[in-house]
C-alpha cells in the first residue's frame, strides 16, 4: 500500500511528495522534529511533544508559530488513512525555504511542515525480550543537544560504528561520563537508586525519559537524577534506555561487561511495564 504523507497541508502519496531544494532543512539541517509514538491507533504523549517541538523552535527564533489543534489533526489523520495500529509519527518543521545564506532569513519565512508514520511492533519485539548491548563512544555533537534538530550525522556514524561492532547502539560520552544513546537517554540502576543524567543543554530531555519519571516514583522506586561514568555503567545493577520507540529497553552488555549476567533485569522489566500501562491509559 502506497503510503499517505503529509505536506504543508496537502495529503499525498510519498512518491508524489516533493520539498524545495532551497529548503533550509535540506541546505543547512535548520529544521527540528519530534517522534510520537502511536498505541492502538493513537497518539502517545502528544502534548508534550508539541510543548518541547515550540520550545525547540523558540530557543532557534522560528518566527511563525504552530497551531497545536492543526497538529493534532494532521497527526490523527495520517495515523487513520495509513492504517498504523501501531508504530510512529515523524513530524517536522524546518525554517522554510529561502535563497542559500547562512544568516537566518525573515521571521515571516513559511515553515515546511511534513509528517509521515512508520508501522512498527513497539511492545512486542525482539529488543524488548532479548534487550541490547551498547558499546560507548566520544560524544563529537554541539552543545545544544536539548533542542530536537535534524542535525543526526554524528548520532548516526555512532550507531553504525555500534552495528559494525556488533552491538546494537552507542552511548556517548564526554570526559568518561555517560551523556545519552545515539536517539535514546540512557539509564542505570545501582543498589535501590535510578540513574540518568540530569536534562541540560548536552542532552534531550526525552518524553519518555520524564513519563518514566513519574512510573518510578508510582513504583515507589528512587529516582536520582545525576551523571554517570563508563565505569559505573559498566558495574550497574540493571542498565536501559528510553525513548518514543523503544519505550523502556534493557541494555544487557556495556562494552565488554554484561549486566545483571546479560539478562533483562526485573527493575527495568517492572518500569517497562508499569511505562506501557500508564501510555495506553493515557492516549490521545
Ligand atoms: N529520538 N535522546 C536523543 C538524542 C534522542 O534522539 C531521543 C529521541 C531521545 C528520547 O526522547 P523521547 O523520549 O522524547 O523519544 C533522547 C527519537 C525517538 C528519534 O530520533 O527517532
Sequence with gaps: MTRTVYVNGEYVAEQEA????FDRAFLFAD??????SVLNGKLVDFDNHMKRLQRSM??????????????????????SINKIDEGIVYLQVSRGIAERDFAFPSSDTKLTVTAFTQKK???????ATKGITVITVDD????????KTIQLLYPSIAKTEA?????????????????EGSSNNAWIIKGKNIHTREADNLILNGITRLAVMKVAEQLKYRVVPKQFTVTEAENADEAFITSATAFVTSVVKINDYKINNGKIGVFTQSLREAYIKQALDTLT
Excluded at 516533493?18 to 531544494?21: A, D, E, I, L
Excluded at 563529537?140 to 533542542?147: A, H, Q, S
Aim: with cysteine; charged share 35%.
Design 18 to 21: 516533493k520539498v524545495s531544494v
Design 31 to 36: 529544521a527540528v522534529y519530534e517522534v510520537t
Design 58 to 79: 523558540l530557543e532557534l527564533n522560528y518566527g511563525p508559530k504552530i497551531d497545536e489543534d492543526e497538529f493534532l489533526e494532521f497527526h490523527r489523520k495520517l495515523v
Design 121 to 127: 511492533k513497539l511492545i512486542e519485539n525482539e529488543t
Design 140 to 147: 563529537l555533537r554541539w552543545k545544544r543537544c536539548d533542542i
Design 163 to 179: 552495528l559494525k561492532k556488533g552491538a546494537d547502539d552507542a552511548w556517548m560520552t564526554q570526559n568518561g561520563y555517560v551523556m
